[in-house]
């Protein structure tokens, strides 16, 4: 029997696993990769694993104190990935659970995936490239990112490699970040650090990259939207509930923004009935932007060190 049992309930993790199998091994811990249907596991999904295991590595599961007073074993989540709003994390240090992340691993990813996204708007790629399917010979105009005023709104390693990206293009390059700190030495980049106001005032193109936490819950919504200048656009590639999505519908049926590229939604999958599908100006991803197999390696190797690291401590 072994020591300890932990749960995999990242679809990611989970297609480069064999990869680690010798790691749990070693360490002769057992783990269980569950099927999983879309994105992650429901609240009653994990409800009905989690009492079994001394660990999980989670993608964007809703461990929630709901879930988690369910899980008399659980000593530690190691969240894949950046992002842990999806945690309680008052009930995990209720409950002594210690929870880690991995920081850093997937900037240089989804700010390649945020310039595809930009470079379809201005460009129209997408749509071109589906009227050739069509047997079209589709020509549309675009326009150019050089000279451009672009914002970036969050500064962190996401945020910084989307800015060296826009400068690459041309664009005179804006950031705020909530942390003044995080914008200490941006100018020796070519990027001004701003404050919110000026940020959202000058951007013709904004990208979002922040991470959600209760302040920037819906940081994106009727008012900041109003700031922008007319026919900005606007790109998602951090998390969906930082936007206000009837706002964000409504600035698109007005034309203060001319075109949206989202990676990610509120509720996601996008539902079929979201008004967002709509606008033929918008392209859309399925919260892949982050998935390359580079970045997925680097984050699962993280996750595991974590687990068992923290496994060891426990």
Avoid at 130 to 140: C, E, H, R, Y
Avoid at 231 to 245: H, I, K, M, Q, T
Wanted: proline letters at 4%.
């Amino acid at each position: 029997m072994s020591a300890a049992r932990v749960l995999v309930t990242c679809k990611q993790m989970q297609n480069v696993f064999e990869t680690f199998r010798p790691r749990f091994e070693a360490a002769d811990v057992e783990a269980v990769l569950p099927e999983i249907a879309r994105q992650q596991l429901s609240e009653d999904e994990l409800i009905a694993l989690i009492g079994d295991f001394d660990g999980i590595i989670a993608g964007d599961d809703p461990l929630s104190a709901r879930v988690l007073e369910h899980a008399p074993r659980l000593k530690t989540i190691a969240k894949w990935g950046v992002g842990t709003d999806a945690i309680d994390f008052d009930a995990a240090a209720a409950h002594g659970i210690t929870v880690t992340n991995t920081p850093g691993v997937f900037g240089e990813d989804v700010a390649d995936a945020a310039l595809g996204y930009l470079l379809s708007l201005t460009r129209h790629i997408t749509k071109i490239h589906m009227a050739i399917v069509d047997g079209d010979w589709l020509k549309i105009e675009g326009t150019r990112l050089a000279g451009k005023t672009a914002g970036v709104l969050g500064y962190g390693s996401i945020g910084k490699a989307v800015a060296r990206r826009l400068v690459a293009f041309g664009c005179d390059t804006l950031a705020y970040d909530a942390v003044p700190a995080a914008l200490e030495g941006s100018s020796g980049h070519g990027v001004a650090g701003v404050g919110l106001d000026e940020l959202l005032s000058r951007s013709e193109v904004l990208v979002l990259c922040a991470p959600l936490t209760p302040d920037t819950h819906h940081i994106i919504d009727a008012a900041t939207l109003a700031q922008l200048p007319d026919g900005a656009l606007f790109v998602n590639v951090s998390r969906g509930p930082l936007v206000d999505e009837p706002a964000l519908v409504e600035a698109l049926r007005s034309g203060k923004i001319t075109a949206a590229a989202l990676d990610v939604f509120e509720d996601e999958p996008l539902a079929a009935d979201n008004p967002l599908r709509s606008f033929e100006q918008c392209v859309f991803g399925s919260h892949n932007g982050s998935n390359t197999a580079e970045g997925v390696l680097q984050c699962s190797a993280q996750a595991v060190e974590n687990l068992l690291r923290e496994l060891r401590l426990s």
